[in-house]
C-alpha cells in the first residue's frame, strides 16, 4: 500500500485482533460540514469481538443498532453513549462475523467521545464505507509505532474475563 492512499477494503476483512494494533499511527480523514478535510493520526483503539464477547454489544444479539457490525469490514458503527458522546467504531472482519474497533484517540486528542465532538462526527456517519465515502476513510501514514496494550476501559459489566482482555492499543 502506498503512503497516503486510502486504506482498501481487503484491510478491513481481517480479525479486529489484527486490525486494531494496525490503525495506530494510520491518518483518519474527516470533511465533516463545510469544514476543509482534516487529517488525524490515531494514537488508540480497542477492540470488540462477536457474540461471545461479553463487553461487545452484540453480545445481547443481533439489533437495529448493531445490524452495521453484521456487514463487511470498513462500515462505521456510530453509537451514542451515555446519551451524549458519539462513538466510532470500524466494523472489521467477515460478513455475519460481528466485530469493531473502538477509535478511542487521535493525535491530541483523547477519549472517543472528545474525538467525535472535535470531529464533527455524529450518528449520519453510521453505516458509511471508509473505502468509498468523500467524508471520512483512513490513509496509511507510513509510520508503524510501538505501541503497548492493556485491557479495555468501561467495561466492568462484561465481568472479570472480558473486562481483563489486553484488547486496548495504544501509542
Not at 89 to 95: A, E, M, Q
Request: proline share 5%.
Amino acid at each position: 500500500m502506498k503512503l497516503t492512499e486510502r486504506v482498501n477494503k481487503e484491510f478491513f476483512g481481517r480479525d479486529v485482533l489484527e486490525i486494531a494494533p494496525a490503525l495506530l499511527g494510520m491518518k483518519l480523514v474527516v470533511r465533516s460540514g463545510s469544514r476543509q478535510p482534516g487529517s488525524y493520526m490515531i494514537t488508540e483503539t480497542e477492540a470488540y469481538r462477536g457474540e461471545e464477547d461479553l463487553a461487545c454489544h452484540v453480545s445481547k444479539g443481533r439489533t437495529g443498532r448493531t445490524e452495521v457490525m453484521y456487514g463487511e469490514g470498513g462500515l462505521l458503527y456510530i453509537y451514542l453513549c451515555y446519551g451524549i458522546h458519539w462513538m466510532l467504531n470500524i466494523v472489521t472482519g467477515r460478513p455475519e462475523e460481528p466485530q469493531a474497533v473502538l477509535v478511542r484517540g487521535v493525535e491530541g486528542i483523547t477519549g472517543p467521545g472528545r474525538l467525535t465532538k472535535a470531529l464533527g462526527i455524529d450518528k449520519s456517519f453510521y453505516g458509511e464505507s471508509l473505502v468509498t465515502s468523500p467524508r471520512i476513510w483512513l490513509e496509511n501514514s507510513g509510520f508503524k509505532p510501538s505501541y503497548k496494550s492493556t485491557a479495555r476501559i468501561g467495561v466492568d459489566y462484561a465481568g472479570p474475563v472480558w473486562k481483563s482482555k489486553p484488547w486496548r492499543f495504544l501509542i
